[in-house]
């Protein structure tokens, strides 16, 4: 079965969009070029599963970031609510995250992109997450979508990186045990 990773920004605050999707907080961080390790990330994974707003949040990008397969997570969105240049890039699935998981290792894949607030909490929950790289921002704003909720038991970490950066930005990276 594949592998699922998290990659995130998240305000000090613990949110990782605002209560609308939106995340004009973080297109707003200063960062003069910093790399903060995504485009290497992405070289690593297979393709990405994500909730459903989180792909509504992608489609009003000026253009779509993801050059990997994408599956959505949703009870609700349908094959037709995917954009037609977008049909041959994301599909839509209401399975279980073991269920997808399956599915996508018959795939072939072996590392998953987990994104989305809800999404990572439901792989969590199953055990699905190998480690997460979570970079916080310097910004309170005190609402919107959090990254971590309700778990069903206490989720052990292990740190594996932590580096800061002139921007103020500090990114972990944590081995789920």
């Not at 439901?122 to 919107?144: C, K, N």
């Amino acid at each position: 079965m594949p592998v699922g990773h998290v990659f995130m920004a998240m305000r000090l605050d613990g949110f990782i969009a605002r209560e609308d999707y939106g995340l004009d907080w973080l297109m707003k961080q200063k960062t003069d070029g910093e790399d903060h390790g995504h485009e290497a990330f992405m070289e690593t994974i297979d393709g990405l599963v994500m909730g459903s707003g989180s792909f509504r949040t992608a489609l009003t990008f000026i253009a779509w970031p993801y050059e990997k397969p994408v599956v959505v997570l949703s009870k609700t969105l349908k094959p037709d609510d995917i954009p037609k240049e977008l049909r041959n890039k994301v599909r839509i699935s209401d399975q279980t995250p073991r269920q997808v998981m399956a599915s996508l290792s018959e795939q072939g894949w072996q590392r998953a992109y987990i994104d989305g607030g809800k999404v990572i909490q439901s792989f969590l929950r199953e055990g699905l997450i190998a480690d997460m790289t979570v970079t916080i921002t310097p910004i309170l704003i005190g609402a919107g979508k959090r990254m971590f909720g309700m778990l069903d038991a206490d989720i052990d970490l292990h740190l594996l990186e932590a580096k800061s950066f002139p921007s103020g930005l500090v990114t972990t990276k944590y081995k789920v045990l």
